[in-house]
Every structure is written in structure tokens, then in C-alpha cells.
């Protein structure tokens, strides 16, 4: 039988450095304290979105796919209904973001991404707490609160996104550009 061997290469480890840092980001949100069960500010987005804007749809997928599960599992919440949760959520997020990315960059930023993601999450989350955890339409009544909480949260990811994206880029073309002292 012959031995079949699976070699990772340089786009495996950059979804491991950036799942590695979402997974971080995850598990030290899960300590914050929130007023309002379900209420966070979704830091590893930050992480998805960035990864979405520089490497494309199927790398982010990998790294919000493996940061739910891996969450859950590091606190031990794999397969209770947090973990389904967010699971739809993020699924949700990626069906909406793999549409969105094909929109225009000059109206769909970083900061609009990040807002329609919010909602994508939110609402995912929201239709299988109906559909599953609370049979009742009275979770409705809760949308209001979920959906500034989106807008909130989501701006201002989008805000950390783009001032990051736009960082790295004046690191790359400092980098790149002749140093002044050895061109004169």
C-alpha cells in the first residue's frame, strides 16, 4: 500500500496563523462580561473580514469555520446550542459575504462588510433560536437591541478592518520603496 502524504503549503499556515489569532480573539471575548446574553463584539470578525479582503472567500471560510469549532471545543462548548449558534451565524456571514464580496469596493468596504456581516450573523442566530431554543414570537421583540448592537459592533469592525488593510498596505510600500539615505 502506498503511503499518501499531504504536504501543507504556504496558504495552509497563513489560515492556521489567522485561525490561530480569531481562536484568541474568541476565547479572550468569551471572558468579557456582557450585559445582555448574546451581546459581543465579535472581535475574530475582525480577523474573517481581513483574511476575506486579502486572500479571498475560501480562506476566510476556512478560518471563521475553524475558529467556531475550535472555539467551542477549547471552551468546552462543542455541540451545546452556543456552538449551533454560532455555527448558523457564521454560516449565515459567509453565504452573505461570498454574494457581497462581488459588489463594488467603492461602495462595499471593509466597514459596509463588516455591518452586513453583523446582520447576517445576528439573523442567522436569531432564526434558529426561533426555530430551536424559544418557539415563541416574542424573541422578536429582542431584534431591535441585536440590530444596534449589529450596526454598533459592526462599524466599528469594519473601522479596526480597514485601518489595519490600510496599514499593512503602507508597510508593504515603505518596504518596497528605496531607502532615501543610500539613493541620494
Not at 6 to 22: E, K, L, N, T
Request: aromatic fraction near 8%.
Amino acid at each position: 500500500m502506498a503511503d499518501t502524504l499531504i504536504r501543507a503549503d504556504a496558504s495552509d499556515h497563513r489560515v492556521a496563523r489567522y485561525a490561530a489569532a480569531a481562536i484568541a480573539l474568541s476565547v479572550a471575548e468569551a471572558a468579557i462580561p456582557t450585559p445582555l446574553p448574546g451581546v459581543k463584539p465579535g472581535l475574530a470578525n475582525i480577523v474573517v473580514l481581513l483574511v476575506l479582503l486579502r486572500h479571498g472567500w475560501s480562506e476566510a471560510a476556512w478560518v471563521a469555520l475553524l475558529r467556531v469549532f475550535a472555539t467551542s471545543l477549547l471552551l468546552g462548548q462543542l455541540f451545546a446550542p452556543g456552538f449551533f449558534l454560532s455555527l448558523t451565524g457564521t454560516l449565515m456571514t459567509l453565504v452573505l459575504l461570498a454574494c457581497a464580496v462581488r459588489l463594488p469596493r467603492r461602495w462595499f468596504g471593509p466597514v459596509s462588510l463588516s455591518v452586513l456581516a453583523a446582520f447576517a450573523h445576528i439573523g442567522g442566530q436569531m432564526l434558529l433560536a426561533r426555530l430551536w431554543l424559544v418557539p415563541h414570537a416574542g424573541l422578536w421583540a429582542l431584534w431591535p437591541v441585536f440590530s444596534a448592537t449589529a450596526t454598533v459592533f459592526g462599524t466599528v469592525n469594519g473601522l479596526i478592518t480597514a485601518r489595519l488593510l490600510h496599514g499593512a498596505s503602507g508597510v508593504a510600500r515603505d518596504a518596497s520603496a528605496p531607502d532615501k539615505e543610500t539613493s541620494d
